[in-house]
Structures are given as structure tokens and as C-alpha cells.
């Protein structure tokens, strides 16, 4: 009897550190992938260069990732900018202010926004994002813009990520415990002054490891923002221009991979370049969280 | 006992299930690719099942591009394909038949204030030019010259397709130097342009007019082409007032090739499977009678023997 159970632990144990070890190697053999079928490219160009040259001509073979980095960046940044104070002031809100039954409420209208596909968001973004940059947005800013902009790609993407980081930053602020709170009011703080000198101090590490999540979550989104962004091959400080995301490069052109030569490796080489940046988003994520947790 | 008879049935229910299924996999014919033959493989897969009703079919767009990598990657039947095949792909052994002809057409908002003006001057292949690929353009007037000063954006294609492709051909380029802002698929295209007066892009013709009613779609126009470049549309130009007449120049050769093109179904090698065989025999004998019906215009007999005899 006790054979067999030592057999059974034996092979639960095994079982489970495997399931582990698979998932610990997938970003690993991803990673290499991506690398081997790259290859090709790397003898042409060196990688510093591929990723700095703004020269995008497949034809003649000449490939420069640095307006779709740029273009990445700038959606992503642009999203955040939108996206982080409605998600940070609206969890407050919802979780010191509001009453039980508004929570009950919020929840699953959070959960159905973060569960619609995303072309639904695409579809939803060409019908009114779209038009209200160039009839409303540009205008404003004395700008003039065909709506399809990194402007109205970076609205549609602020949309998609809310749900995901104000999903994350609710769980964060209601994991501060109340007796901490009460603490604070008791020594004389207002309400308002507990909140932002506790509340929001205590869960500090939780609120950039939620906003990490949404940026790199913000960062890979593609056919949502590929179908307002307007997919230009350009570098542009205006955000009523239209730019090209790198997810954007790999979903419209896998089709004609086989068609021109080394377009595949570059497309590879793409997708290299936006799991390393992803990568590196949450590194430096992690970091910050770990140096605030020192303090 | 009883456990053994579970079991006999179970096995017998999944070979039964499995011979069911494969049967219905080698009735199945799934195509994807360009937006251009879609309408007219939805109606021939329509016409094709009254007369087969086991065939299934299972359609999707997704641009040329999309045929050319799935049927090349095995993971469809047959490629709706819309451009030359290029030399790279023949390398990789594709197989492919001619269908039909349809054409790429320069199109505009109605709501353009200079629509008049356009439709008596036409533009010439140098001044389409100068607009998709030059880049440099953004006015109107820059343009045609005897028109008030009025913004000019350019749409293209942001997904790898035959249609950009073919226009970009006739402009002496790749779809690559088109300059101008990327929408994705055929539909959004022609929406962006209806709804932007300023815009200017292209599309197939199944898109730039109804084939129901003949007419252009809703808000859609089409730039007619000074062909022989003296500036002005003359009557034999001129034949853009319905889909049918478009067709007429696109068979008689008066509308230029490119952008005219031939569309085909490619596939990895000679497809096996008998239904597609079947099928691509009949879209080239029984099916041609649908193609006109359909917006696209026929290719020749001699075309359609050669064809038919890659099939043998």
C-alpha cells in the first residue's frame, strides 16, 4: 500500500515539475525559433542596423524595422497616456467611494469589455474613432488628419486595455487592509489624504505591475489598432499622422512572405524584435516593483 | 460480459464516426484568398451545390496574399489569387488555372467637389503616377490644374493583395512604393473613400459597382482614364455609367491591362482530391456561364482548353 503511494507522489510530482519546465522553456523555444528563421537576414544587415534604418523597400532588400519600433512605441504611449488616469481614478472610486452595489454593477461590464474580440473593437474603432479624429480630434489641435492617425489607434487600444488594468488595479486596492486605513483617519488624515498617503503608497509596486501588463498587453495588440492606424511606412512626430505598428507589419504582409526573397526571415525577425521588446517592458516592470518592495 | 459488448461499441461507433468523417473531408472543398474572385466563387459554390449537393464549401477571403500562403502551407484546397504569379512562387511548385478577367478601378468619393471636372479631364497613367507613387501630391490642383485648391489623401491596401499589386503594375511599381494611407481588405477601402471627399484609392470592380442593380455602389465614383493622354475623356473612353459597360471595355481591350487582370485558383501541385478537380472542371465548362452574370468578364476558348488540359 505504501509502495504505491510513494509510486503516486512519485509520479504526480514528475508530472507537475514537467508541466512547469514546459512553460518556463515556451519563451525560450519561441525565442529560438524566431532567431533561426531570422538568420538569413542577419548576414545581410547587422542587427543594430535593422533595427535603426528607416528604409523599408522589400524588393530591393532593404529592411528597416525603426519606423515600425517607432510606431509601436508611439501608439503604446499614447494608449497608456489615455488609459492610466481613467483606470487609476476610477479604481479609487470604485473601491473607497462607491457603494457595494455599483461594484456589483461595474463588474461585469469590465469582464464583457475585456472579453470582446478585438476585431469587434477594429470594427467599432473605423465606424466612430475614426471619424471623430478628423472631424472633432484634429480640428481641435488646428490639425487636419484622414482620422486614420496614431491618435485614433491609441484611443481604440486605451479602450481595450481599461478593462484589463482597472480589472488589476481593483484586486490591488482591495488587497490594502482596512485597519490600515482606519489607522491613518484616526491620526486626524482626512479621508482623501489617507488614500493618497496609504492606500495608494501601500500598493504602490501592485499599481505599475498592473499598468506593466496593460502597456505590453497594448504593445502586441494587432488587428484592432492595424484597421484604424493607417499602416504608412513613415516617421512622424504628429500624432494625426498615420504610423505602422510592428504586429500591424507581421498580420498584413505573411501573405506575400513567399513572394519576395528574405521577406520571410524579416517578418521572422519582426516577430523576434516585439518578443524581445515585450520582454523587456516586463523586465524593467519587475524591476521597478522590486526596488519599491526594498524601500 | 456487458463491459465487452460497451466496448465492441464504442470501437464500432468511432470507425463508423471516422469513415464519416473522412468521407465528408473528401467532400469538402475550402478556398481562401482574394477579395476579387469571391463573389464569384460564392456564386459558383451556390450554383455547383444545386447541382452536387454533397459538396461542402467552406470560403474565406483575406486577400491574395492569404491564398498564396495557405495553399502553399496545404491548408486550403485551392488559392483565389488576383496578380501575376511571380517568379519566386513558381519556384515553390504552385499550380494554378485561369478563371475569369476583372479590372482594378481608380476610385473617388461622389461627394468630391471636383467630380465634375474629373469626369471631363480624366487622368492620365502619368498623373496616377505622380499620385500613388510620387508621394508629393497633396492637392487637387496640383493636379489638374483648372480646379480649385482641394486636399487630396491617398488610400491604398495595407494587406498584401492582387488589387494593389495590379495597380501598382500599371503605375510601373510594387504595391510597396504606393504611398498613401493602409487600410485593410477591399470593403474598408471602399468605405474609407466614400466617406473621405478628399480621398482617392482603387478597387476591384466587383467592389466599385453593385453587381445586383449595375450601377456604382452608394457614394462610390469611378476617375475615368485618359487613356490616349490629350486631356480630355472622349466618348470612346468614356464608359464607366454602369458594370456593364466597364465590362465591355474590359473585353474589348479599351480599358488598359494591367489593371485588367486574369484571376486564378492556385494550389500546392496538382490538387488529388477529385471533388476540387471536379470543381475547377466545372467553374472552366458549366460555370463560365455565370461569370458574366457574376460582374467579371470571360477569358478566351483557347485559354480555357489550355487550362482544362493541366486538369487531365
Known sequence: MLYRRVLFDKISGFWMVTTLVTILLLPMIIGTGLYIKALPLFEHQSVTSLASSSIWAPNSGKFGFWPFIAGSLYVTVLSFLFAAPICLLSAIYLTQFSSTKLIQVMHPVIDVLAGLPSVIYGVWGILIVVPFTSKIAAPFFNATSSGYSIFAGGLVLAIMCIPYMLNMLIEVFNTVPVGLKEASLSLGATFWESIKHVVIRKSYPGIISAFGLGIAKAFGETIAVMMVVGNQVRITRNPFDSGYPLPALIANNYGEMLSIPMYDSALMFAALLLLVIIMAINFIFRLFIYKTREQ | ?312
Open chain 2, 1 to 312: 460480459m456487458k463491459r465487452n459488448n460497451l466496448i465492441y461499441f464504442v470501437v464500432f461507433a468511432l470507425i463508423l464516426s471516422s469513415c464519416a468523417s473522412s468521407k465528408k473531408k473528401e467532400q469538402t472543398i475550402s478556398i481562401s484568398g482574394a477579395f476579387a474572385l469571391y463573389p464569384l466563387v460564392i456564386k459558383w459554390s451556390e450554383e455547383y451545390q444545386k447541382e452536387h449537393p454533397e459538396v461542402q464549401f467552406n470560403i474565406t477571403g483575406g486577400g491574395a496574399g492569404k491564398g498564396m500562403a495557405d495553399a502553399l502551407a496545404g491548408t486550403i484546397d485551392l488559392g483565389m489569387f488576383s496578380r501575376e504569379i511571380a517568379q519566386e512562387e513558381k519556384n515553390k511548385g504552385v499550380w494554378w488555372v485561369g478563371l475569369t478577367i476583372d479590372a482594378v478601378v481608380p476610385t473617388i468619393s461622389n461627394q468630391n467637389p471636383n467630380l465634375e471636372q474629373l469626369k471631363i479631364h480624366g487622368l492620365t497613367r502619368d498623373e496616377f503616377k505622380t499620385i500613388f507613387i510620387g508621394g508629393t501630391i497633396t492637392d487637387w490642383n496640383q493636379i489638374v490644374k483648372e480646379i480649385q485648391p482641394n486636399k487630396l489623401t491617398v488610400y491604398t491596401r495595407s494587406d498584401a493583395c492582387g488589387a494593389a499589386e495590379t495597380w501598382a503594375k500599371y503605375l510601373g511599381a510594387k504595391q510597396e512604393n504606393i504611398k498613401g494611407i493602409g487600410i485593410f481588405g477591399d470593403p474598408g477601402l471602399t468605405e474609407a473613400v466614400v466617406k473621405d471627399p478628399s480621398g482617392i484609392a482603387f478597387n476591384n470592380t466587383a467592389f466599385a459597382f453593385d453587381i445586383k442593380t449595375g450601377q456604382k455602389r452608394a457614394g462610390v465614383d469611378v476617375v475615368p482614364i485618359d487613356i490616349n493622354n490629350n486631356d480630355v475623356i472622349d466618348t470612346e473612353e468614356d464608359f464607366y455609367q454602369s458594370f456593364e459597360s466597364v465590362l465591355k471595355a474590359i473585353a474589348e481591350g479599351v480599358y488598359p491591362s494591367p489593371p485588367a487582370r486574369e484571376l486564378y485558383f492556385v494550389a500546392k501541385g496538382k490538387p488529388t482530391k477529385q471533388a476540387t478537380l471536379d470543381f475547377i472542371k466545372w467553374t472552366l465548362t458549366d460555370g463560365q456561364k455565370y461569370i458574366t452574370e457574376a460582374g467579371y468578364v470571360p477569358i478566351n476558348q483557347e485559354k480555357i482548353n489550355q487550362y482544362l488540359e493541366k486538369l487531365n
